[in-house]
């Protein structure tokens, strides 16, 4: 079955610092996967996502997901943390064990940054 | 504004009672989704509808439905309602049903059940 795990529950982070946020994904075949972000009292926002090529990719608001096959891993990365990232933030997974096209999250992990 | 369209915003309704949330996806995606958030359960995928015809279900309950219509927008219904259906519910819609594209979200419909 596929699935994503997010290890930590909350990231603390300094403005200015860089910041990680991780994910670690089981899947059989190849790996499709998001990044979203989810502001207090609004939906999710897409952040980036990788399908094929480059490990390293470039999404919205600065951010980049860095995928490591060996590793099935997939951190997001900001090299410069502000204090309006403060948010909470999803991995997911696309879930190909069936006919539709769903996405899988991870549970989640709360960034906060700190002035 | 990701252009997909949620209403209500919030519901407060009895237990036992029925409730309708209503999407209305991007303009041109033909793909809908339905997902419940909960502090217990994180999202949960509830149903996917593809150009009005359902294409996925996952972690739905029986007392949970939901339909796409000719022009595209969705329905969830709930009923029979419980304590534990108090919820964020989040629409989302794609451009298409490949496993490449992303969704897009709505703002939710926050559901309290008393």
């Known amino acids: 079955a596929q699935s994503v795990a997010q290890p930590e529950d909350q990231v603390n982070v300094a403005e200015g610092n860089p910041l990680t946020v991780k994910c670690t994904y089981s899947?059989?075949?190849?790996?499709?996967l998001f990044w979203y972000v989810q502001y207090p009292n609004r939906g999710l926002q897409f952040l980036l996502k990788?399908?094929?090529?480059?490990?390293l990719v470039k999404g919205s608001y600065g951010f980049e997901a860095e995928f490591n096959k060996s590793q099935t891993s997939f951190h997001l990365k900001k090299p410069s943390a502000l204090v309006s990232d403060s948010a909470l933030y999803f991995c997911?997974?696309?879930?190909?064990?069936?006919?539709?096209?769903?996405?899988?999250f991870g549970k989640g992990t709360t960034l906060s940054v700190s002035s | 504004d990701s252009g997909v369209t949620q209403t209500p915003k919030h519901l407060i309704t009895a237990t036992g009672q029925r409730v309708t949330l209503r999407c209305s996806p991007r303009?041109?995606?033909?793909?809908v989704y339905w997902y419940q958030q909960s502090l217990d359960q994180g999202l949960q995928f509830l149903i996917q509808?593809?150009?009005?015809?359902?294409?996925a279900k996952g972690n739905i309950l029986e007392r949970f439905s939901a339909q796409q219509f000719p022009d595209l927008h969705s329905e969830l219904n709930l009923s029979s309602l419980e304590l534990g259906d108090s919820a964020l519910y989040f629409c989302?819609?794609?451009?298409?049903?490949?496993?490449?594209?992303?969704?897009?979200f709505g703002q939710g419909t926050r559901l309290t059940v008393v």
């Open positions: 989302a819609s794609s451009v298409l049903t490949g496993a490449i594209t992303e969704a897009f």
């Open positions: 899947v059989s075949g190849n790996p499709y």
């Open positions: 990788y399908i094929t090529g480059d490990n």
């Open positions: 997911a997974v696309r879930d190909l064990n069936q006919a539709g096209t769903a996405l899988i």
């Open positions: 303009s041109g995606d033909l793909s």
């Open positions: 509808y593809y150009n009005g015809e359902e294409r």
